[in-house]
């Protein structure tokens, strides 16, 4: 059983270029999340997806942030123009969505992201 | 405003001292309580979820509880490989997690 797997792990970009980061969910699992932690914090919700609609954006997720899921299967998360206060854990999160365990979000281990 | 607050932000514990990590919250009409181990540079590992109060849960030496206010995650007799951040988080609405600032627990051998 294979858990939610994202890559890259960790990239290191200049200021003003574009990201993208990838997210495989648990397979069957048709919710899908996104969210970003800094040193120190919680995990801050960016985005939800519901099979390939995305229902939700946070308004922490700028003009320069999107997110997609085509299909409903893997989902991507692009940054562009990116900035310093951009550095952050990226984290990709899938649940089931129904069922007596449906509610349980499993996170992957993080995308990090270093802009300099 | 939802928020969820918990302490203390660290704790230190000397192996096999049990000690408890408070998480309180103000949100109106608890939808779940989700307890999460996070270790450094990785990702969130699920541990329980509570949806009631007075319901309780455990796994190895930890035990969580709740209660209408708060949730409390005791340690017992803690080793040193269980130390990590512990996040506690409540569900807003029918999915969205809004998550406290964690706990990190050190345990000396």
């Known amino acids: 059983d294979t858990g939610v797997s994202q890559n890259p792990r960790h990239k290191i970009t200049k200021r003003g270029q574009n990201v993208t980061f990838r997210c495989d969910p648990i397979s069957e699992h048709n919710r899908l999340y996104w969210y970003r932690q800094t040193l120190g914090q919680g995990p801050e919700f960016l985005t939800y997806f519901q099979n390939e609609a995305q229902l939700e954006k946070s308004r922490l997720l700028s003009d320069r942030f999107s997110a997609e899921r085509p299909k409903g299967s893997f989902s991507t998360l692009e940054i562009q123009r990116t900035e310093q206060g951009d550095s952050a854990m990226y984290l990709c999160?899938?649940?089931?969505?129904?069922?007596?365990?449906?509610?349980?979000?499993?996170f992957g281990e993080g995308s990090w992201l270093t802009v300099v | 405003e939802d928020q969820v607050t918990q302490s203390p932000e660290a704790l230190r514990l000397q192996e096999g001292e049990s000690s408890s990590l408070n998480c309180s919250y103000t949100?109106?009409?608890?939808?779940?309580l989700f307890w999460y181990r996070q270790d450094p540079g990785k990702g969130p590992e699920f541990l329980f979820t509570?949806?009631?109060a007075g319901e309780e849960k455990e796994k190895e030496r930890l035990k969580a509880t709740l209660t209408k206010k708060e949730s409390f995650l005791h340690i017992t007799a803690p080793k040193p490989e269980d130390s990590a951040t512990y996040l506690c988080?409540?569900?807003?609405?029918?999915?969205?997690?809004?998550f406290g600032a964690g706990t990190t627990v050190t345990v000396r051998a």
């Open positions: 509570l949806y009631s």
């Open positions: 988080a409540v569900v807003l609405g029918d999915y969205k997690l809004s």
């Open positions: 999160a899938s649940s089931l969505g129904q069922g007596p365990s449906g509610n349980t979000i499993y």
């Open positions: 949100v109106s009409g608890l939808r779940g």
